[in-house]
């Protein structure tokens, strides 16, 4: 951020819903950054040889999940006039802004203040109630749940033999049915050690494809 640009730190609360579910995490990113300009908000760049506009967001969604709950700070020059409506009207459908405030402008990293997520978890395909809660208890009973480690197509061929492999149990904080063929899921958010919900449920033998996933609450420290 150029210190010669006095700014104003933004923490906008949002949801996700709709067709935005199938919007990535950078590309999410261009769309705040294009909405921000059409609601006529200054944005501070950052210094460097490519300077960027100060957006952070809390935390990468999946594809596919919705949410209630996403949250991300902007940094705008100082003393320049913010609303949320003006803002609601410039983003595209799909995003509901709950809440925009001022924050501590030197506070850390969003990113770095993210500790668990909470996660309502819709089954598809019709599945008993006792046998969903077998499964819950089998998951929550395990000492560790080990699970093949998500590799980039560059490194994988160092593990030609065994895959390297990581513990998905501590990751879990909470899991419980809510009602018929619904699912609470609490799990840590914190870097290098973030619980994914479609890895749970494979864990479970339940396809993600046959589930619909919501993000409820990204609790920050």
Do not use: C
Request: proline share 5%; hydrophobic share 45%; net charge positive.
């Amino acid at each position: 951020m150029s210190e010669a640009i006095p700014a104003t730190r933004l923490r906008i609360k949002f949801a996700k819903q709709g067709a935005l579910r199938y919007i990535g995490h950078l590309d999410l990113h261009h769309i705040w950054q294009r909405s921000i300009r059409r609601a006529a908000l200054p944005l501070v760049y950052s210094q460097g040889f490519h300077p960027q506009p100060k957006i952070q967001l809390a935390s990468a969604l999946a594809l596919g999940f919705s949410s209630q709950a996403e949250v991300l700070d902007i940094w705008i020059e100082k003393d320049a006039a913010w609303d949320l409506k003006k803002l609601q009207k410039a983003v595209p459908e799909g995003i509901i802004i709950s809440d925009m405030q001022e924050v501590e402008l030197r506070s850390p990293a969003l990113q770095t203040m993210v500790k668990s997520a909470e996660y309502e978890v819709t089954l598809l395909d019709e599945i008993s109630d006792s046998l969903l809660d077998e499964k819950l208890a089998t998951l929550m009973d395990a000492e560790s749940i080990l699970r093949p480690k998500r590799i980039k197509k560059k490194k994988r061929k160092r593990f030609t033999t065994v895959p390297p492999t990581y513990d998905l149990r501590p990751l879990i904080l909470e899991m419980k049915r809510i009602a018929p063929q619904q699912i609470f899921m609490h799990l840590t958010a914190q870097e290098g050690a973030t619980g994914r919900p479609d890895e749970v449920l494979n864990e479970m033998g339940i396809s993600v494809e046959a589930a619909r996933v919501e993000r409820k609450a990204l609790n920050l420290k």
